[in-house]
Nanobody
Framework: QVQLVESGGGLVQAGGSLKLSCAAS????????VDWYRRAPGKQRELVAI???????IYADSVKGRSTISRDNAKNTVYLQMNSLKPEDTAVYYC???????????WGQGTQVTVSS
């Protein structure tokens, strides 16, 4: 059974930092592209960052320069380091692992990030 478990969310003041984790079981994350998404109340889901199987990264303009997505293959985990947090970063953050060749994707349950002003 494949599971993705996000953690690291919480309540933080504006300007603070959080490091989100996406830990996998049942799959090897290093064989999957991993995306972080977020959904804020009343808004559409937004793609935040992507890391490919070879470590290439892409960031949404809204987080570029403030966030870093990375892998720890030994821990089968992908991270999203978020700095200089803003109230508009408040959302539930989800990770998704994709294995395009097989048409498979897996989602975690989400972790809440709340940034107070």
């Amino acid at each position: 059974q494949v599971q993705l478990v996000e953690s690291g969310g919480g309540l933080v003041q504006a300007g603070g930092s959080l490091k989100l984790s996406c830990a996998a079981s049942g799959i090897f994350l290093n064989r999957h592209a991993v995306d972080w998404y977020r959904r804020a109340p009343g808004k559409q889901r937004e793609l935040v960052a992507i890391i490919s199987t070879v470590g290439s990264t892409i960031y949404a303009d809204s987080v570029k320069g403030r966030s870093t997505i990375s892998r720890d293959n030994a821990k089968n985990t992908v991270y999203l380091q978020m700095n200089s947090l803003k109230p508009e970063d408040t959302a539930v953050y989800y990770c998704k692992a994709s294995y395009a060749a097989a048409g498979r994707e897996y989602w975690g349950q989400g972790t809440q990030v709340t940034v107070s002003s």
